[in-house]
């Protein structure tokens, strides 16, 4: 088997990044289902919007030509179905991913780093009642990135009594960019 030549360092540097960056962007997820809520902030949310778009974009319009050229750098047989729906699913990934990156998972790093016991406020868009599944009595926030700002188990008294357009302040420990959510309550 021919020996694999040395990549250049700028190009494992870059490699590097990427995967920094991906992880960072599913961060936030990991520890969701580890069972810690975070919220980032809606300042911060308005703040990097942009950002987190553009980022989002790069990486999606990228990812197609990083799934081929790993094709070809992996030499599996790969049939024409697979390539067309790895190719058609990775833009979604990628902007999924590095977007939250951008929105949740740079807040998540500093409040890990740097945070002390702090409050934010958010809006309600729904509050649900529900007794079975792994998320009881959801509370779905505005303005938060897709598919994130569902906060779960939180007593039923408390739900019923929040209707959409509500605000409530969440505490935990963070930053003004974000914060673990340990208590909610609400506000007038």
């Known amino acids: 088997m021919p020996e694999r030549a040395a990549r250049p360092r700028h190009v494992r540097i870059f490699a590097l990044a990427v995967l920094s960056a ?19 902030s809606e300042q911060w949310l308005t703040q990097s919007r942009v950002a987190a778009i553009l980022l989002g974009g790069l990486a999606a319009a990228a ?38 990156f951008v929105s949740l998972g740079i807040p998540l790093v500093v409040a890990i ?16 009642l529900l007794r079975a599944g792994t ?6 926030i505005e303005s938060m990135p897709f598919a994130w700002g569902e906060l779960c188990n939180f007593p039923a008294g408390f739900v019923q009594g929040l209707n959409p ?4 302040a969440a505490e935990g420990r963070g930053t003004q960019m974000g914060l673990f959510i340990t208590s909610l309550s609400q506000q007038d």
């Open 165 to 168: 357009g509500a605000r409530i």
């Open 135 to 140: 998320c009881r009595n959801p509370i779905e």
């Open 113 to 128: 780093a740097a945070g002390t016991e702090t409050r934010a406020g958010y809006t309600v868009s729904e509050a649900k």
């Open 22 to 40: 991906f992880f960072l962007g599913a961060l936030p997820i990991l520890s969701g289902k580890a069972g810690y809520q975070f919220l980032p």
């Open 63 to 100: 990812a197609p030509f990083a799934v081929l050229k790993g094709m070809k750098m992996q030499p599996r047989k790969h049939g024409t179905f697979m390539k067309i729906v790895l190719t058609g699913f990775a833009p979604f990934l990628a902007f999924m991913v590095y977007s939250h």
